[in-house]
């Protein structure tokens, strides 16, 4: 069955039981699933036309993946993905980063491509699904930084303690857990620490205030929110129709997921 054909099977499947009259929740979880069906075929066909290098940003030029662990695929192979970051990224790397902590790193996106834009840190890739574990080294090993790649499982709050002293970066993305993994309380050592953390009040409720509240004695704090994308496309996709293109840069937030970017205190 064709990508198509399981995605018009499962809608066909909601129609015959939809209540009358139709609700506006319902035509929104189709046009939901309708567009995550044409991102994919955009993604598909990013893939059969240039492989699955990335196209630009920060990350151009590393191999990813043909089929994401969660998410949209193609803003990442464009370049795009969370791009509010990067100059935050950039940043941070123009600093000297002795390592390099990503928790919930996934297939290995920022794990990857942080190792490949810093040449000789060492990153710490943590996750808890073995399968995202195992991307994670196939990616790193595909793009020639397994031996700065040290991927691991769960990442508790107290292990931040042996990078203690170091310049450390830290990257959390962990669908809620951020407010589990960032425990001052328990790890005096993130004090000194800049860190990057993707909040998810869809999640758990409060977790930016909680977020905020916890470091804001030790930290400098930005909240970045998701704006517009902006890229200069593969030649091919020139000739997509504007809704294409709109789609192409969607990257499927159920709803808003600020960042906080966190510096340490100077003193």
Known sequence: MSLAERYGARIAEWVRDWPRPVEASHLLRVLRFLAQ??????????????????????????????????????????GVYEAELQP??????????????????????YAVGLARAAPGVVVHAHD???????ACA?????NGV??????GGEFRPTDFEAFAGRRTLVIVDAEG??????????????????????THDVYRPGALATMIARFEPTHEITVVRQGSRVVDPPPWMDGLNELDRLLALWEWRIQPTPWLVMRPRAG
Not at 94 to 107: H, L, N, S, T, W
Not at 128 to 134: G, K, L, Q, T, Y
Request: include cysteine; proline fraction near 5%; aromatic fraction near 6%.
């Open 37 to 78: 069906w044409r991102s994919r075929m955009l993604a598909n066909t990013y893939v059969a036309r240039q492989g699955t290098r990335i196209w630009s940003g920060l990350f151009e030029g590393m191999d990813y993946v043909a089929e994401a662990a969660e998410g949209a695929l193609i803003p990442r192979l464009l």
């Open 88 to 109: 935050h990224l950039r940043a941070f790397l123009a600093e000297g980063p002795e390592v390099i902590v990503d928790v919930g790193c996934a297939e290995g996106y």
């Open 128 to 134: 808890i699904d073995p399968r995202a574990r195992e």
């Open 138 to 142: 196939v990616l790193a090993a595909r």
């Open 146 to 151: 397994a031996d700065r790649v040290k991927v």
């Open 177 to 198: 857990a951020e407010l589990d993994v960032l425990q001052p309380e328990l790890s005096p050592a993130l004090a000194g620490m800049s860190l990057v953390v993707e």
